[in-house]
Nanobody, 123 residues
Framework: EVQLVESGGGSVQAGGSLRLSCVASGYTFDDHTIGWFRQAPGKERERVSCISSADGSTYYTDSVKGRFTISTDNAKNTVYLQMSNLKPEDTATYYC????????????????WGQGTQVTVSS
């Protein structure tokens, strides 16, 4: 069975940093696009960032550009999200998500979801 297991969430003050990790198993990691969605209470789930495991191409939503960096370690079937200069509006549950390609990922056509990790940023 496919599993995406997130870790690294926590509580930080504004301006702080966190690194999220997602370990994938049960599918061919480098044939997919993988990344992160987030959802805050009362808000819709939104795209944050994704990366092509095959060629390293990346996408970032405008609100995190310049602050977040996505990367993979293909040997470990792991994707990371390095989050710096965190803001209270980054508070959300962050979900790891894999799709067959970048087009499907951006269209929310997701093959596999993780269970989420909580990020809380206080003022």
């Amino acid at each position: 069975e496919v599993q995406l297991v997130e870790s690294g969430g926590g509580s930080v003050q504004a301006g702080g940093s966190l690194r999220l990790s997602c370990v994938a198993s049960g599918y061919t990691f480098d044939d997919h696009t993988i990344g992160w969605f987030r959802q805050a209470p009362g808000k819709e789930r939104e795209r944050v960032s994704c990366i092509s495991s095959a060629d390293g191409s990346t996408y970032y939503t405008d609100s995190v550009k310049g602050r977040f960096t996505i990367s993979t370690d293909n040997a470990k079937n792991t994707v990371y999200l390095q989050m710096s200069n965190l803001k209270p509006e980054d508070t959300a549950t962050y979900y790891c998500a894999a799709a067959s390609d970048g087009i499907n990922w951006l269209a929310h056509i997701i093959d596999y979801w993780g269970q989420g990790t909580q990020v809380t940023v206080s003022s």
